[in-house]
């Protein structure tokens, strides 16, 4: 559907690894009148390659499997799975959320935007006769699933688009898949946020709630990262890659009907393919954008989110004088940051993958 131009070579070596080669090519071939043309295009490669290296603390872009070539892409937009909803109909909304991503002002904001009352309105989290979901905030990873686990399972598949239209769930795709959303009906929404920003909010985050399994990690000082470095070099599996974890479909237990958690060779690729069949790929760093996308394909006002969301923040800053949820963190040094990132490379390539979509997806 859609090919690079051929105008950014530069653009495409940074990408594909070959920043030297094609300088090289660039030098050999300086005939007088394109000479202007060459020495344009080197300087577009040495900023690009620049950037890619800056951006890229594994070198995974530049010395890992290649990258994938126009057709792989366009193959990868067509995946895409939207509901194609008529002028007034009610949306509906399934939302894979992971940790520290931005979700919950999200919800709220879409929460603020659907209707109050009737089927229509996001689904009520609570034990209460009137609500519609159990709050479970743990995902359920393997084994056969706990009573929490079973009471989600069995409302959201009864009550989701019989009761309410909208539902987040600290769950993998298997969970979605397995309680019967369906993306042709259903808009399937994830955010994703750059896993090194993610894995620091995270840590700070369960600082904050003071979790006791946290007190070997606890800084001595605000510019002790010691502890930061050890919650990721201890807990490999459980704290990192999560991104792709939960796209992939490798962190949910036996729901009926669900194939088995999806093994770690292959769970990279299982999230990239699931990732290129969401309908709206939210990123934090952009968010205002992801905000219009959504909207949109909602059926409404494109701005109704980015209004919703702004008045959301405005209201939660006077009642507690910060951010829904957000946590303040200090400045964490690049070298720390270059370890998550080299412990969160499956999520590293999965974000990759991720702003690419995003930047060619209409
Ligand atoms: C956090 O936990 C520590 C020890 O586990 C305790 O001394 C402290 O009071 C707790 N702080 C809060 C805010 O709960
Ligand atoms: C902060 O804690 C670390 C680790 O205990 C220590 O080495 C450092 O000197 C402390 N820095 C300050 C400013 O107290």
């Known amino acids: 559907m859609m090919k690079t131009p051929p105008k950014r070579p530069a653009m495409a070596a940074a990408r594909s690894g070959d920043c030297d080669e094609l300088a090289a090519k660039l030098f050999k071939n300086k005939d007088g009148r394109r000479r202007l043309r060459i020495v344009l295009l080197l300087a577009g490669t040495v900023v690009a390659c620049a950037f890619f290296r800056a951006h890229d603390p594994t070198g995974f872009l530049l010395t890992g499997a290649p990258s994938s070539t126009d057709k792989d892409l366009s193959a990868a937009l067509s995946r895409r799975t939207c509901p194609a909803y008529a002028p007034g109909d009610q949306p509906s909304i399934a939302f894979l959320h992971i940790p520290k991503t931005a979700g919950t002002l999200l919800m709220e904001t879409l929460k603020s935007v659907m209707p109050k009352e009737g089927p229509g309105r996001w689904c009520r989290r609570g034990n209460g006769p009137l609500d519609d979901l159990p709050h479970v905030f743990s995902t359920c990873s393997a084994g056969a699933p706990d009573e929490d686990h079973q009471r989600l399972f069995a409302t959201s598949r009864r009550n989701f688009l019989a009761q309410c239209s909208g539902f987040a769930a600290h769950q993998d795709w298997a969970f979605f898949e397995a309680v019967g959303v369906d993306p042709e009906q259903t808009i399937s929404l994830v955010a994703l946020r750059h896993p090194v920003d993610r894995v620091i909010s995270d840590?700070?985050?369960?600082?904050?709630?003071?979790?006791?399994?946290?007190?070997?990690?606890?800084?001595?000082?605000?510019?002790?990262?010691?502890?930061?470095?050890?919650?990721?070099?201890?807990?490999?599996?459980?704290?990192?890659?999560?991104?792709?974890?939960?796209?992939?479909?490798?962190?949910?237990?036996?729901?009926?009907?669900?194939?088995?958690?999806?093994?770690?060779?292959?769970?990279?690729?299982?999230?990239?393919?699931?990732?290129?069949?969401?309908?709206?790929?939210?990123?934090?760093?952009?968010?205002?954008?992801?905000?219009?996308?959504?909207?949109?394909?909602?059926?409404?006002?494109?701005?109704?989110?980015?209004?919703?969301?702004?008045?959301?923040?405005?209201?939660?800053?006077?009642?507690?004088?910060?951010?829904?949820?957000?946590?303040?963190?200090?400045?964490?040094?690049?070298?720390?940051?270059?370890?998550?990132?080299?412990?969160?490379?499956?999520?590293?390539?999965?974000?990759?993958?991720?702003?690419?979509?995003f930047l060619h997806q209409r």
């Not at 990721?232 to 729901?255: F, P, Y």
């Not at 990123?283 to 059926?299: D, F, H, K, P, Q």
């Not at 829904?324 to 990759?352: F, G, S, W």
């Open 203 to 357: 840590y700070f985050y369960s600082l904050k709630q003071n979790a006791s399994w946290l007190n070997p990690y606890k800084p001595a000082n605000s510019s002790d990262f010691s502890g930061l470095r050890r919650f990721v070099e201890d807990n490999r599996d459980k704290l990192n890659n999560i991104n792709t974890q939960m796209l992939g479909g490798s962190k949910h237990c036996a729901w009926p009907g669900t194939p088995p958690n999806t093994p770690p060779h292959k769970v990279l690729t299982v999230a990239k393919h699931n990732l290129e069949k969401t309908c709206v790929i939210l990123l934090t760093e952009y968010l205002e954008e992801s905000l219009m996308r959504l909207s949109r394909v909602a059926g409404w006002r494109e701005d109704t989110l980015l209004v919703a969301a702004k008045k959301l923040e405005e209201q939660s800053k006077a009642e507690a004088g910060q951010r829904v949820n957000a946590t303040p963190k200090p400045q964490v040094p690049l070298e720390i940051r270059q370890l998550i990132a080299q412990y969160n490379h499956l999520d590293m390539q999965l974000y990759e993958h991720a702003v690419r979509l």
